[in-house]
């Protein structure tokens, strides 16, 4: 049965956004709307711009937002191109974008889908599965061994990488690999029985790899992440929730190369140091904060999320 997706770090993400009733803010991931819901609610004579490129989500949270107020506007498309989107709409600044990262449980919980590996289903996994059209099937079929094994290391950290490729052109030898069950079973008979008896499905990090290369989905989001510092209004806020390492490595080199520069450590070495130097941009927490266990016990997708917060201090001369 399809479960209700849950938003995960809600009521801190809101929080941290710190809303302004007449400010712009912009969901960069609106999904069922679960954040928009709540972002719209504290809005009153400010505006929500929502972006999504999935059709069926677009239509569902139409109507959710739509119960809560009409200062809204959805935008059909890819947050990397979240600058070209709000420009159509006459928006070059912003008071607070979000962001979260995590595939919604509509996307899971669609059998058609095949973002899942606990459901047997077409092996897709597109995000926009309108105008993308590589499919993780594609990938599964015609690519050859090294840039299988390739693709499971650099997107999925996956350690048995080759082990795995190898086992799959093997097997597409007689027949191609059409659904998720069959590329589980194929990677379950990859693995040792040690790693095959950790809590962690065995194929969550192959299902991971190939989702984020079809959707060409970290080059994506450094693109957009780079914009959004760019439309943020002075005191501006960009909050992101991340749910894996590379994720997170995107968010910490870009926050870091944000809001530190080299003649920070020089300052600090000195004796006396009465000397501040302006920065563009200002983290707002020093480590990302994590699901409360209350949280963890309502919503199991809710692990392995972080939340980072980035303000802006002051607009660039």
Avoid at 248 to 270: G, H, S, V
């Amino acid at each position: 049965m399809a479960q209700e997706h849950i938003s995960v770090l809600l009521n801190e993400s809101i929080a941290m956004l710190d809303i302004n009733k007449n400010g712009i803010y912009v969901d960069c991931t609106m999904g069922r709307a679960g954040h928009s819901v709540e972002i719209l609610q504290k809005l009153e004579n400010g505006h929500l711009y929502a972006i999504d490129q999935d059709v069926e989500a677009i239509e569902g949270s139409q109507k959710k937002l739509e119960q809560v107020s009409k200062n809204f506007t959805i935008l059909e498309g890819n947050f990397v191109d979240i600058k070209a989107l709000l420009a159509l709409q006459n928006v070059k600044k912003v008071d607070g974008i979000l962001y979260d990262l995590g595939v919604s449980s509509p996307q899971f919980d669609n059998g058609q889908r095949g973002f899942s590996y606990r459901y047997d289903a077409p092996l897709d996994m597109r995000m926009d599965n309108i105008n993308n059209l590589l499919t993780a099937k594609t990938v599964v079929n015609t690519y050859d061994e090294k840039q299988l094994a390739d693709i499971f290391w650099k997107y999925g950290e996956e350690k048995f990488s080759f082990l795995i490729a190898k086992n799959i052109v093997k097997f597409r030898v007689n027949q191609p690999i059409n659904t998720t069950y069959e590329l589980v079973d194929i990677i379950k008979a990859s693995l040792p029985q040690k790693v095959l008896k950790q809590k962690k499905h065995p194929a969550k990090k192959v299902f991971q790899a190939l989702r984020v290369y079809v959707n060409n989905e970290l080059e994506v989001l450094k693109k957009s992440l780079i914009q959004s510092l760019e439309l943020l209004n002075p005191n501006g806020r960009l909050v992101v929730i991340t749910f894996q390492s590379l994720e997170e490595k995107i968010i910490k080199d870009l926050f870091k190369a944000k809001t530190q520069n080299d003649q920070d450590k020089f300052l600090r070495q000195l004796p006396f140091n009465n000397m501040e130097i302006e920065k563009e941009y200002q983290l707002l927490i020093k480590k990302p904060i994590v699901a409360s266990e209350q949280e963890l016990e309502q919503n199991r997708r809710a692990h392995s999320a972080k939340l980072w917060a980035i303000k802006r201090v002051k607009a660039n001369d």
